[in-house]
């Protein structure tokens, strides 16, 4: 039953990736249609990360009282119906009103799913987990740059992922019983109550030098998520191939770096995997910076989503073995939350700051904050 579960995981995960690629690619139609500017994106993202970081800081406390597996269900649907909310929008208000069950959906399972896998598995399923996720948003892009070039438009395509995405949230009904009967096992149960109080759990030792790791570092990945198609048009003179191209691309350099981590992680441990994930991005962001090629741009994006790969899930996974005093569900949440807020926060200011500078800011700052993001890294390994 174990292996069922995570099966069920792994389709959540490939459901999770699906709405994160998808609205980087389309939002250069959406905003000559709605008559906005390049970095109106960033209110958007801001709307849909401090969402998903309220549900992601919630998410303990939830799933003490559905469950992991009604969480799951629940939010899948959220994100569906936000995918199908954009797809009807004709103004860039009622988009900010659909992009809301996006977060909402987006965190509280992000947090459930990831405390979960790392309390009952090893440290390579949770690598092979996020694997799953970039499954998803490697076909996400795929399938909508194939779509809008074949000349269908930017709706069609968000409500053909929007359907893919209620077919996932019907299997993960279905598999209701399943997760009842495992977490009845284990004692992940509803009835389970709270070990600490929020400002208790705060004050651990190592916890808030990990919410802000988490915070930087999943700002930096996000700013490659939103920006690569919009840099390499209007930065680079790339078409719409090559910038949907190195988009899907980017996320086929995470799923490939997170199946090898998975084999791997064993004999090298979750910090080395970081420490090395984080050399890897920082080389392909600067070569990024000096690229001029559309080709070469598009390989950075593969060599940069490949350092990416083993950083989110190794960290993951890791907070069971940095905090062991039963307040992992909740720092599990409060380290999503914070990686929320990062997204928010830095992919949008380098929007708001492209306005001002272009976008070629955005390889620069990837390479700063990641330094950055090393060096804080070190400093929690020391603590913890």
Not at 18 to 32: A, C, H, Y
Not at 181 to 198: C, F, L, Q, W, Y
Not at 226 to 240: D, H, P, Q, R, V
Not at 264 to 289: E, H, P, Q
């Amino acid at each position: 039953m174990a292996f069922v579960i995570l099966c069920v995981i792994y389709l959540a995960f490939i459901s999770l990736g699906l709405p994160d690629s998808v609205l980087g690619i389309i939002w250069p139609e959406i905003r000559m249609e709605i008559a906005r500017p390049v970095e109106a994106l960033s209110g958007i993202t801001l709307v849909i990360v401090v969402f998903t970081s309220l549900s992601a800081f919630l998410s303990g406390r939830i799933i003490r009282k559905t469950g992991t597996g009604l969480l799951t269900f629940l939010c899948g649907l959220l994100t569906a119906f936000g995918l199908i909310g954009i797809s009807l929008i004709h103004s860039y208000p009622a988009m900010i009103l659909a992009a809301i069950p996006l977060g909402a959906g987006a965190g509280a399972v992000d947090a459930a799913l990831n405390n979960y896998v790392a309390e009952h598995y090893k440290p390579r399923f949770m690598n092979w987990l996020h694997s799953f996720w970039g499954l998803g948003a490697i076909a996400a892009p795929l399938l909508v740059t194939a779509l809008i070039t074949s000349g269908s438009s930017w709706r069609i395509a968000a409500r053909i992922i929007a359907a893919v995405q209620l077919s996932i949230s019907l299997i993960l009904f279905l598999a209701l019983p399943a997760w009842k009967r495992e977490e009845g096992k284990t004692g992940n149960t509803a009835a389970a109550s709270s070990i600490n109080g929020v400002f208790s759990t705060l004050r651990i030792k190592g916890v808030l030098s990990s919410m802000l790791l988490f915070f930087l570092y999943c700002g930096v990945e996000y700013s490659m998520i939103n920006w690569t198609a919009s840099y390499l048009i209007e930065e680079k003179g790339a078409g719409l191939v090559y910038a949907g191209a190195a988009q899907s691309l980017l996320f086929a350099g995470l799923t490939a770096g997170r199946i090898l981590a998975g084999f791997i992680v064993g004999k090298t441990g979750n910090r080395t995997l970081v420490y090395t994930g984080m050399s890897f991005a920082l080389s392909g962001a600067c070569v990024l910076l000096l690229a001029k090629n559309p080709l070469l741009c598009a390989a950075c994006a593969a060599f940069i989503g490949f350092g990416y790969a083993p950083i989110y899930p190794c960290m993951m996974h890791e907070t069971a073995a940095r905090f062991t005093n039963g307040a992992n569900k909740d720092i599990t949440g409060y380290q999503v939350a914070a990686a929320g807020l990062g997204v928010a926060v830095i992919p949008v200011s380098l929007g708001y700051a492209s306005k001002w500078l272009t976008l070629s800011i955005m390889p620069a700052g990837i390479i700063a904050l990641l330094a950055v993001s090393l060096l804080i890294f070190r400093r929690l390994n020391q603590i913890t």
